[in-house]
């Protein structure tokens, strides 16, 4: 989970016209708020990125399907940890298992093809 302290979410909310009589807990209230907002957008859209590449375990690719049901999307499933970079940390890399034998990863490269939900909204 993304951690603001209370500064950051103050220089955050300047912006913002916000009344002076906020306190600064109440300020960092409002920009948790907004990150799980945010969040919540995108599990529901399915997106995945740097952001949600923990929330989920299942992936489902958003133009393939399987021959026999060409109604469902071709799924594969977290196996293991999500890597991050303290250098690059918009840069991630999730590796998932399709069927018994197949392996590979998910990462900024490739994420605009799968999602995190079955049937998600068509993405531009």
Not at 9 to 18: G, K, M, R, Y
Not at 62 to 69: G, V
Not at 70 to 96: A, H, M, Y
């Amino acid at each position: 989970m993304i951690r603001i302290s209370e500064t950051i979410a103050a220089q955050l909310l300047e912006d913002d016209e916000v009344s002076p009589e906020l306190d600064p807990r109440e300020l960092v209230d409002l920009a948790l708020q907004a990150n799980q907002q945010q969040a919540d957008e995108f599990k529901r859209s399915g997106v995945v990125n740097a952001e949600t590449a923990d929330l989920a375990n299942t992936f489902y690719h958003r133009k393939l399907k399987y021959k026999r049901d060409p109604s469902r999307p071709l799924e594969c499933r977290r196996n293991g940890k999500t890597k991050r970079w303290k250098s690059r940390p918009d840069q991630f890399r999730i590796p998932v298992k399709y069927g018994m034998y197949e392996y590979f990863y998910i990462d900024n490269s490739n994420a605009h093809e799968w999602s995190t939900v079955p049937d998600p909204a068509p993405t531009s």
